[in-house]
């Protein structure tokens, strides 16, 4: 449901309005002077806000001004008696998306409210789109840069790779990292999830079948092997292949061709392999779980994803991510990490990689009510965790008093614009406890 703000000083205005809008199943709010209007746009997020332009206390440009400060994808309409082309002219140069002519048509202004949320709507998820693929592997780790290295030099390849790497770590980015890369980026890219289908669902999946080659086959199928072409088939979690058909696949990557089920007629594969697994294959090898043969086949490159826990340093890079992913995705404003929220996430152990650090975030910045994520808003067990870890000797009590301080003392630096004089005025320190304070938290290039 969206949220509207009215401000209008005409009550009935406001009241009609705020009628029209509830029937058309907006969430809305009204203030009926500019102070009013103000505390409410402090207070809270609006998708759309209706601003009469002159109203007691504070007209609708000094409001234009603290919403774009505030929020950008807030939507702005505004209205006045008084039309005149400088004031549109002006309003849209603030920020403002449109301007209406007092008297203004309902109908009118509920299409308009329509379109102008359509069209963000729409750019949000351009944006999205766009962040997404800027950005697939992510990692500034010697570790991780040490990857990136390998799939440089082995992109243009079509030699087999053995991805392996705990679960969550990201095996199945960096064998899409792969195929993005080099020539591989125009042909397919076929994943099959091994461990997903059943014995002999596999088999014609991963192979295809005749028409007529068992009950049920009522028409040829071609299998992955043979839709990959000469692109790339990525089979996940390899490792959880039985044996028999190890040997099939084996049997494939050695002769390079296969036939369907039911089939006499071999075709030639031209794919490149890319295998992964989350299992201890070499140990697999050992008890005998899987073909040492086979292991050999796919082990020519080999690419061993480690731990994010042996890369804290990718954390905060890899936060940053998700957490503009996921604003996006909620519609939320832009957010402030305070520190310690960072500080918590590294502390912690991540025993699910990646994917745990996600769903962590995606949980914060939906329960995060305000412009800041703070370690409160994160999974308790993280948030516990992660303090029972810090070797500080501070508890979580003063730790979380501090971190409060900190958030006051950066969201007040923002209200005055980085004003050091009017900030500690406001927060009724000296300027000096303010500087202080600054240099002991490492705020000083945030003011
Ligand atoms: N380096 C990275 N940069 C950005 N996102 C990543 C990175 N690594 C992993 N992710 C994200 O983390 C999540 C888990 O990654 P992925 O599914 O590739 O892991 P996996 O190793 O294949 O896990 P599993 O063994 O459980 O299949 C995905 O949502 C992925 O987008
Ligand atoms: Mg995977």
Known sequence: MYKILVADDEKVALLVLERELSDAGYDVYTANDGKAASQLIQDQHFDIVILDVYMPYKNGFELVKEIKKKSTNTIILLVTAYASIE?????????????????????????????????????????????????????????????????????????????????????????????????????????????SLSQNLIESELFGYE????TGANS????????????????????????????????????????????????????RVIAATNENIEKNVETGLFREDLFYRLNVIRIEIPPLRLRKEDIPHLAEKFIEEFSLSMNHDELIIAPYFLE????????????????????????????????????????????????????YFKQSIKNQEIITILESL??????????????????????????????????
């Open 211 to 214: 028409k007529g080659a068992f």
């Open 414 to 447: 923002e209200k005055f614009d980085g004003h050091r004089e009017k900030t500690a005025n406001y927060l009724g320190i000296t300027r000096r406890s303010l500087q202080y304070k600054l240099k002991k938290y490492n705020l000083l290039s945030k003011s």
């Open 87 to 195: 004031n549109a002219v002006d309003a849209i140069k603030l920020g403002a998306e449109d301007y209406l002519d007092k008297p203004y048509d309902l109908s009118q202004l509920l299409q308009k409210i329509a379109q102008l949320l359509q069209i963000r709507l729409q750019k949000s998820k351009d944006h999205k789109i766009k962040v997404t693929k800027n950005s697939n592997l992510i990692g500034e780790s010697p570790l991780m840069k040490k990857i990136q290295s390998t799939l440089e030099k082995v992109k243009e390849l079509t030699t087999t790779v053995l991805i392996t790497g705990e679960s969550g770590t990201g095996k199945g980015v960096v064998a899409r990292e792969l195929h993005s890369l080099g020539k591989f980026k125009e042909l397919p890219f076929i994943h099959v999830d091994c461990a």
């Open 344 to 395: 918590c996430l590294q502390k912690y152990e991540w025993p699910g990689n990646i994917r745990e650090l996600e769903n962590a975030i995606e949980s914060s910045v939906a329960l995060c009510d305000g412009r800041t994520l703070k370690e409160t808003d994160l999974p308790i067990n993280i948030a516990k965790k992660a303090i029972q870890a810090s070797n500080s000797q501070e508890n």
């Open 220 to 271: 040829l199928k071609q299998g992955k092997f043979e839709i990959a072409k000469n692109g790339i088939i990525f089979l996940d979690e390899v490792g959880t292949l039985p044996l028999n058909l190890q040997s099939k696949l084996l049997t494939v990557l050695q002769d390079k061709q296969f036939y369907r089920i039911g089939g006499v007629e071999s075709i030639s594969m031209h794919a």
